[in-house]
């Protein structure tokens, strides 16, 4: 339902025009906004929901004061009758405020987690997808208690139960900053009515078959009741937990970096470690290499495959993980979907003009093939069980001459090799030249994104 829009609201041209009641507030938001550099883009998540509106008001009172570059972003995730409305509301608001305004609608895509969190995930989707390097989203104090009292009830460990911090990395470029979480739900209330400003309110926040607005209407009204300073509780306990968070994410900071100082993650090192510490170095090299489909069951999997083998593979959708000398190798599908040979295909024509347009680039070497032999045509491909290469003094199965130059194992049945028209094997990419092509001062073919996939 789309709350009466009033044209007479208060226009935010500067923080002097604000009424009394309102100035503590904005000196609060004025004080965290401090930290963000002159001229920073700051989108504001605009629902046109109380909370998010109050937030753009505050902050465009500030922008000229501050040098911010304030804009808003709607989400149309078109699960209400109501949607387009609410659209056509913050587009109208941020004309009249003078807002840069964009939308984006998303399709909600239930995953079995629940309608609420795919709404979520769509929605941190667009937010990681806008180039402001700030996005401002409007979460309160009731909403951090909330999402406390929800990870209590889940189970989520300390990560849930700290909540929301006022600043997160949202992706290489983006941040989140919720610099309303101090506030309670009535001051921004009490602000907005002093303030004359408009919204619309989600008819979903007052159903309770949601457990979110269960908590909120019929749960922690009894909590607030029966126990004194309930709210001021549960924000103490919350700050500690950050802080416990942040020292831990030291702890396994450090741990990680240990594991993986040569490069990559090595198993022996990381063996050395207790347990606990074990685990937490294991869920950093899951968030850090984006394997989403982790569990605490496969976490306990993978650990204990990890203190008993020495060679092991895991497929994590389409993220394989290969053990292989002590180290782990990462091979994810998408990063060669355009290469052809690693489909099965051949690659065909004038050898240097099909690996400059593969990926492929040519290095000095002093065996190498020759330029003559690069005129040619010739064909890139992987290798077969077939494939002869001479190395000297005798042929050699090219995977065997994998084998022994200890190419992951995972990554073998895609290695790819340069191959006359005949089909003799020339050259294995990023290893050596058949004795039969060398040529003095000639070049090796190499394929960088494999460079990775050779132990040494």
Not at 147 to 154: C, D, H, I
Not at 283 to 305: H, M
Not at 372 to 379: C, T, Y
Request: charged share 25%.
């Amino acid at each position: 339902m789309l709350t009466q829009y009033r044209l007479r609201h208060m226009n935010p041209t500067s923080s002097e025009n604000l009424p009394p009641q309102c100035r503590s507030l904005l000196e609060t938001l004025r004080l965290s906004a401090r930290s963000l550099p002159d001229g920073c883009m700051v989108t504001v998540g605009l629902s046109g929901g109380l909370d998010s509106v109050v937030l753009l008001h505050m902050l465009v009172c500030l922008r000229e004061e501050l040098g911010l570059d304030v804009h808003a972003l709607h989400v149309h995730h078109g699960l209400s009758r109501n949607a387009d409305e609410w659209l056509s509301f913050c587009t109208r608001l941020c004309q009249e405020w003078n807002v840069p305004f964009r939308s984006v609608k998303v399709e909600v895509k239930k995953d079995g987690s629940g309608i609420e969190a795919a709404a979520r995930k769509a929605r941190y989707q667009a937010f990681s997808d806008d180039p402001s390097s700030v996005i401002a989203l409007a979460h309160h104090q009731d909403d951090q208690i909330e999402t406390f009292m929800l990870a209590a009830v889940r189970g989520g460990g300390i990560k849930a139960l700290a909540a929301m911090p006022q600043w997160r990395k949202l992706n290489e470029e983006t941040q989140i900053w919720r610099p309303l979480l101090t506030f309670s739900r009535k001051e921004l209330e009490n602000y907005a009515a002093a303030c004359n400003l408009p919204n619309i309110e989600d008819e979903s926040n007052a159903d309770t078959a949601f457990l979110r607005n269960w908590m909120r209407y019929e749960a922690l009204p009894v909590w607030r009741e029966r126990i004194p300073n309930f709210d001021r509780h549960v924000c103490a306990n919350i700050r500690s937990l950050q802080t416990d968070l942040a020292i831990l994410d030291e702890v396994v900071d450090a741990d990680y970096q240990t594991v993986c100082e040569s490069g990559r993650f090595q198993v022996s090192r990381w063996q050395t470690f207790s347990e606990a510490r074990r685990s937490r170095i294991l869920w950093r090299f899951f968030k850090e290499n984006g394997i989403v489909e982790s569990s605490p069951r496969k976490l306990a999997d993978f650990a204990r495959i990890l203190l008993e083998a020495e060679t092991a593979q895991w497929q994590f959708g389409e993220t394989s993980v290969c053990l292989y000398r002590d180290f782990l190798f990462i091979l994810k599908q998408s990063q060669f979907a355009d290469a052809d040979w690693i489909k099965g295909k051949e690659v065909r024509g004038r050898l240097k003009d099909i690996l400059q347009e593969n990926g492929f680039f040519l290095v000095p070497h002093r065996n190498g093939l020759p330029e003559s032999v690069l005129e040619e045509e010739g064909i890139i491909r992987t290798a077969g069980s077939d494939d002869m290469m001479n190395v000297g003094f005798s042929f050699k199965n090219v995977k065997k001459v994998l084998q022994e130059n200890h190419i992951v194992p995972f990554v073998r049945k895609c290695w790819p090799i340069i191959t006359n028209t005949d089909g003799n094997c020339i050259a294995i990419v990023n290893l050596t030249v058949s004795h039969d092509f060398q040529g003095f001062d000639g070049f090796l073919p190499v394929y960088g994104k494999f460079l990775r996939y050779k132990w040494n």
